[in-house]
């Protein structure tokens, strides 16, 4: 059976996560009729007096941000999760819950309300990873805290509410979903081949040579396989690392040139500031050892054709699985044609 | 340890898919200064002459729908899923794919364009339910289609591209990442105790009446205890059924009315046109025997505060899983509180 299936319909396996999406190839043609977004790219100023993230600012709760120069991170003021809470259970028959424990940051990424990833300077963009780094540490030491979510929610498309650059940190007691569906797949394939399941896609995937977006001696970033987001993208070390702790110096800086060439990237497919949720997948931080984790961070992007046509990810996808029309291969092709100097530079 | 923890952040444990959602019900004070909808409840024509779902219009494809009395179906003209594919796996080290079979319909549920469920009469809704009905087994019986999945996305903001009152139905060879989930679960705990999971969870929700929003003597929905969508509900047969095939014409009459009771609720409570997504979850066409299965059909409406504010399932949820504000019980009660006269004839 050698058929080419990459122009039928066909479902690619996610490794990591041990689910299937479906790849409709043959679709791209649809017209479309539905819903379009409106494009939310304003000119922005360097300063807004009526954001709540500006340096000197006072927010909703009263507090003041100090006239910040270098990322800033706070605890979050309407927490999803709070320290503080008892450890308890609940069980009644089949309804079963448990108490959250945790602690929820803001981390703005830079003092100039105008900016963006992908147009920040590369070393200041160092100094928001080397922020990600000391939070990851700092969080994850603290009792009940055994896994640290650090995420971006990026565009008013995105449900980000303030457009200065900021990123969020949710860290807490219980193990996620998604974390522990991924270690279950690491840890199958580490005791079956005594090797990192995400290192030997990683080497498959330097040598195709199909999906890289961008590259450089540490990092690498693709489109991966089994994709669900029309332009979604993972960027992992090339060196096998189990959380961004482990980065040193060099590796920081080379992290922050992977992320800003990508973003940019990212802004010239639509020539739009391109909205996205990103995240950091690592090991938790309960104190156990993960030796098969290798860590990565990950681009969900919900544009499709346009800066206002966006994936739906709705009643098939909600009630079946995950859907996609443009291969992973077509997408990583449009975004290696795009130019690495972003488009309000040009 | 009997904190009554449903107001301080706690995680509900999903019987059914085995996962978790996050529950911050001390967080629905928030502010929102995100994203906002624009209300798109248009005053709709019984007939629009450029409505590709209109009885006597002529579609993209240059078929023309016939003038259609009762709920009408069609294979879609831009199918995801062909009949006509190979069956074939392409296996590449990490990089695993196989083809997909099926076929994709487009329901539509009534000849005029002006309605949506809530504004149908029951009659005319049985009719809706025994078209699913007869495509689940008309489906189902063809070679290589082993799921039949039944959905519909409403509102322009569930991707939905024609207001013209429809659903879809896709039928495929492989079996959904959700059903795997489920039926996982429903196996389990049968080989365990010989009973049903999903139906000694609702008799247990029939004896505690707090998440029930609708009832009659075949059918039940409820806010489930785990649910993740804000105002999600679940309706259920009350006999223990595997597939929608089972009904007979009474239970066909109590299922179209929960339906519509349910869906003037949901109008009700912003007054706008509630959008969702919905769809039924029953057992495999493979000719296996599933006598473990339930069947449900859910709704995943995305609207939070009003008619323009919604939840977004984005960063956190996206990386880690579900969050909601709202308890399940606060739901519920909002949606019990509300009238059973849709606001439009009021
Ligand atoms: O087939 P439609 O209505 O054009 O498309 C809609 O429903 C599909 C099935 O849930 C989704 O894959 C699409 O993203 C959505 O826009
Ligand atoms: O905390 P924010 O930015 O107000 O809220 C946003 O991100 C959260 C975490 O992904 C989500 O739960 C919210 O739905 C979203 O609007």
Redesign the pocket.
């Given at each position: 059976m050698s058929h080419d299936i990459n122009s039928i319909p066909h479902r690619r396996y996610n490794i990591l996560t041990g689910e299937w999406i479906l790849c409709s190839p043959h679709r791209t043609k649809?017209p479309w009729q539905?819903k379009t977004e409106k494009d939310t790219t304003p000119k922005k100023e360097t300063y807004d007096p009526g954001c709540y993230l500006c340096p000197g600012n006072t927010r909703s709760t009263g507090d003041k941000n100090p006239d910040y120069k270098e990322p800033y991170t706070f605890i979050n003021d309407f927490s999803a999760l709070l320290i503080d809470s008892p450890v308890a259970t609940q069980e009644n028959g089949l309804m079963k819950a448990e108490t959250e424990i945790g602690i929820c940051k803001v981390v703005c990424f830079s003092p100039d309300h105008s900016l963006t990833l992908p147009l920040m300077e590369e070393e200041d963009i160092t100094k928001v990873v080397k922020t990600w780094k000391k939070e990851y540490a700092e969080l994850g030491s603290q009792e009940n805290i055994n896994y640290v979510q650090i995420f971006e929610n990026k565009g008013a498309i995105m449900g980000c509410s303030n457009p200065h650059p900021h990123g969020q940190i949710w860290s807490q007691m219980s193990i996620p979903t998604e974390i522990e569906k991924k270690s279950k797949h690491f840890k199958e394939y580490w005791d079956k081949n005594q090797s990192s399941l995400l290192g030997d896609y990683l080497k498959q995937e330097l040598e195709a040579k199909e999906r890289i977006i961008v590259e450089n001696e540490h990092f690498v970033a693709i489109v991966p396989y089994w994709a669900v987001w029309p332009y979604e993208i993972m960027i992992a070390p090339k060196k096998h690392q189990q959380h961004i702790g482990q980065l040193n110096e060099e590796e920081e800086k080379a992290f922050a040139e992977i992320l800003k060439k990508l973003t940019i990237k990212y802004d010239n497919l639509f020539e739009t500031s391109f909205p996205y949720s990103s995240g950091i997948h690592q090991i938790p931080t309960d104190g156990a050892e993960y030796p098969e984790w290798h860590w990565h961070m990950s681009f969900y992007p919900p544009l499709l054709r346009s800066a206002t046509v966006k994936?739906?990810?709705?009643?098939?996808?909600m009630f079946a699985g995950p859907?996609r029309d443009i291969t992973a291969e077509q997408a990583a092709q449009t975004l290696q044609n795009l130019s690495d100097i972003h488009y309000l530079k040009q």
């Open positions: 649809r539905g994936k739906f990810m709705v009643g098939y996808e859907q």
